[in-house]
């Protein structure tokens, strides 16, 4: 079993059977799996942690996702839209603390229109000219993703959700299709974004053999960015009844696509930190190498519940950066503030 694990590291591929092997695997290959993850992290990173400010600027949505909080048909949760210039506060302050990569997160809010985004991204240049900024707005238009690119944003994080068509369309209503899904991924990639890709373990009907279909998506992809977090039920969902997905497995396969792909932004989620504090940190000893606190405004934090008992203070928010720095210092990693791009060379 060790053997596979040293060639999934040599080679970065496995085939569908080795990576089942792997994600059944039993817990001496486990721990050496997270360990041969941890250090070809560390060979590419040092035992640096990128930050990244998330904020969350509207919790409108139009889209019916089965798993998530934000979905148009939970009326249980008040929605909010920031305004431009309360976004541009938040760039402000997280500025003056030295982050230098925001994080635009959104529902599929049609006011988030393409001269709306374009503006705040001149206006995020003009206050924080070195900082990158990131997108993750849901799925737009080939050239509605071109013009956000041209006017500043170089990243955009969408995750697939599921490879698998069929498990796709069990999580998401019919009005949405994993073609379009995929097409959006490939037009973001073939723009020259650092896009991110990712989905959730543990959802509902989810089986081994969807997960494989997820890690052969993310080999063939290649991605630069990889977000990947346990479903945590949201009880004014479809899915509420069910139970949240294992961190065990969810640490596993970030080892997995760590080894797969060993110069990818993989963020320590704010999904497994909500589940036990100090998943945060084993996601990170398991190949992690960013975190995204929350810069929202307090008072709208917990309305971007995407699933219940999110976390969203202490380590989650600006005012946690300290905290945060002191519970990575206790693993020996420190918080890196620099935009840290994705790297195209191979430092090995
Ligand atoms: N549990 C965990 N993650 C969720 N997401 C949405 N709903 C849930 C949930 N209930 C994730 C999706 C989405 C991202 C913004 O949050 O993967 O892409
Ligand atoms: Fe909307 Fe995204 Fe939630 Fe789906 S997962 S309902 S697109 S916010």
Partial sequence: MRTLVDRLATLHTLDADSYRALLECDSDTESYLKERARNIATEHFGHEIYVRGLIEISNYCRNNCLYCGLRRDNRNIARYRLSDNEIIDCC?????????????????????TDSRITNLISRIADIAPEAAITLSLGERSKDSYTALFNAGASRYLLRHEAADRQLYSLLHPEDMSWSNRIDCAKSLIAIGYQTGMGMMVGVPQQ??????????????????????????????????????????????????????????????????????????????????????????????????????????????????????????????????????????????
Wanted: net charge negative; aromatic share 6%.
């Fill in 92 to 112: 402000a302050k997280g500025y003056a603390m030295g982050l230098r990569t925001f994080v635009l997160q959104s529902g599929e809010d049609s006011t988030l």
């Fill in 207 to 348: 089986t081994t053999d969807h997960l494989i279909e997820d890690l052969l998506l993310l080999q063939q992809m290649r991605p630069q960015m990889v977000g990947i977090g346990p479903f945590i039920p949201q009880a004014d969902t479809p899915l509420g009844y069910h139970t949240a997905g294992p961190i065990d497995l969810t640490l596993r396969i970030l080892a997995i696509v760590r080894l797969m792909l060993p110069n990818a932004l993989i963020p320590a989620t704010t999904a497994l930190a909500s589940l036990d504090a100090d998943a945060r940190n084993q996601a990170i000893l398991s190949g992690a190498n960013v975190v995204m606190p929350n810069l929202s405004p307090a008072c709208v934090r917990e309305k971007y519940a995407i699933y219940d008992n999110k976390a969203a203070t202490a380590s989650e928010s600006a005012e946690g950066i300290a905290s945060l720095q002191q519970q990575l210092n206790t693993i020996g990693y420190h918080l890196n503030f620099s935009r840290g791009d994705f790297q195209q060379y191979d430092r090995l």
